[in-house]
């Protein structure tokens, strides 16, 4: 193993393990005092739960992947990187002999794509938005895609049906949102927590108008259970709630900057950008992780999203 790789993997699997504290973690050090402070939190094992005949509910590492099983092909998503890769290969051989024969990535961030090579009959499929990502490669540890898709791709794992969907940039910009509408399960990844605000650390490339936009759209499918990438619950209400999160977050924003606009003219939205994450609250989600920290981030981003696009 070079050192590259090396590198690559511990980067990986503490970002991963990061991403387990509650909503990203809890705070920020800069790489040389995480080498001397980080403490890397207790692994609970990894658990396959049942969602539908032939469907499961990888969580392991903090982090999730399905699993569709059926006549002998086997669809897995996001195994992270090698160690979890192992992990979860060992847990679906408990349930079949086959093969993993596809993994879908959810999206272009490395804690999520790498590991692919422990599945060597896997075929890779990864939004088309992927590769330029891939491209950058500062670490060495990114798979090789072997299909894309531009806006809906449909694979047939036996008899089931698994869909995927892109309905524009949430978190990065190959957000692909996976759908089995005979099951009504629903996996995005990094979109939302549970109760929980996205760490002030990791929104930088979140679109905070993308993923309200997403989220409303798949707010209207029929949903048994919700995976999201980084909590073990499957529930349909921690999506809606954050349905209602963005939705509120972007109301908010968005009447203040209009009222600046009324008021002192184009260029007083400016005066909101500085002022307003230090003003705006929105009591109903104060109790929610990560709120005290990174509230007055996601209203930045927010007014971000909304004056700039992206
Ligand atoms: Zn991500």
Same mark, same amino acid.
């Given at each position: 193993?070079?050192?590259?790789?090396?590198?690559?993997?511990?980067?990986?699997?503490?970002?991963?393990?990061?991403?387990?504290? %509650?909503?990203?973690?809890?705070?920020? #050090? &800069?790489?040389?005092?995480? !080498? @001397?402070?980080? /403490?890397?939190?207790?692994?609970?094992?990894?658990?396959?739960?049942?969602?539908?005949?032939?469907?499961?509910?990888?969580?392991?590492?903090?982090?999730?992947?399905?699993?569709?099983?059926?006549? %002998?092909?086997?669809?897995?998503?996001? #195994? &992270?990187?090698?160690?979890? !890769? @192992?992990?979860? /290969?060992?847990?679906?051989?408990?349930?079949?002999?086959?093969?993993?024969?596809?993994?879908?990535?959810?999206?272009?961030?490395?804690?999520?794509?790498?590991?692919?090579?422990?599945?060597?009959?896997?075929?890779?499929?990864?939004?088309?938005?992927?590769?330029?990502?891939?491209?950058?490669?500062?670490?060495?540890?990114?798979?090789?895609?072997?299909?894309?898709?531009?806006?809906?791709?449909?694979?047939?794992?036996?008899?089931?049906?698994?869909?995927?969907?892109?309905?524009?940039?949430?978190?990065?910009?190959?957000?692909?949102?996976?759908?089995?509408?005979?099951?009504?399960?629903?996996?995005?990844?990094?979109?939302?927590?549970?109760?929980?605000?996205?760490?002030?650390?990791?929104?930088?490339?979140?679109?905070?108008?993308?993923?309200?936009?997403?989220?409303?759209?798949?707010?209207?499918?029929?949903?048994?259970?919700?995976?999201?990438?980084?909590?073990?619950?499957?529930?349909?209400?921690?999506?809606?709630?954050?349905?209602?999160?963005?939705?509120?977050?972007?109301?908010?924003?968005?009447?203040?900057?209009?009222?600046?606009?009324?008021?002192?003219?184009?260029?007083?939205?400016?005066?909101?950008?500085?002022?307003?994450?230090?003003?705006?609250?929105?009591?109903?989600?104060?109790?929610?992780?990560?709120?005290?920290?990174?509230?007055?981030?996601?209203?930045?981003?927010?007014?971000?999203?909304?004056?700039?696009?992206?």
């Amino acid at each position: 193993m070079n050192g590259i790789v090396r590198l690559a993997l511990a980067v990986c699997c503490a970002a991963i393990l990061w991403a387990g504290l %509650g909503g990203y973690g809890q705070f920020a #050090p &800069s790489a040389a005092l995480a !080498a @001397q402070q980080y /403490q890397a939190p207790q692994i609970p094992p990894p658990t396959m739960t049942m969602l539908a005949e032939g469907v499961y509910h990888y969580f392991g590492f903090f982090s999730s992947s399905l699993v569709v099983i059926s006549d %002998g092909q086997v669809l897995t998503t996001d #195994p &992270s990187n090698p160690s979890r !890769a @192992q992990s979860l /290969q060992e847990e679906i051989a408990k349930l079949t002999d086959a093969p993993v024969t596809t993994i879908v990535l959810t999206h272009e961030h490395y804690d999520h794509v790498g590991g692919t090579g422990v599945f060597p009959d896997a075929s890779v499929v990864c939004h088309r938005n992927c590769q330029p990502a891939f491209d950058l490669a500062p670490l060495g540890d990114v798979p090789t895609v072997d299909e894309t898709f531009d806006d809906f791709m449909e694979i047939r794992v036996g008899d089931k049906v698994v869909e995927l969907h892109y309905l524009g940039p949430g978190d990065g910009e190959a957000t692909t949102i996976i759908y089995m509408p005979n099951e009504q399960i629903v996996v995005t990844s990094d979109m939302y927590e549970p109760r929980a605000l996205t760490h002030k650390n990791w929104v930088d490339d979140k679109h905070f108008t993308g993923t309200r936009h997403i989220l409303n759209i798949i707010g209207q499918w029929d949903i048994t259970h919700a995976i999201n990438a980084h909590s073990p619950g499957t529930d349909p209400v921690d999506l809606m709630e954050n349905v209602e999160y963005y939705n509120d977050l972007y109301d908010a924003v968005y009447e203040a900057m209009l009222d600046a606009v009324a008021e002192g003219g184009l260029f007083a939205v400016f005066g909101v950008y500085g002022s307003l994450p230090q003003t705006l609250e929105l009591e109903k989600y104060q109790d929610w992780t990560n709120y005290d920290t990174s509230f007055p981030r996601h209203v930045e981003r927010m007014f971000q999203s909304i004056s700039h696009g992206d």
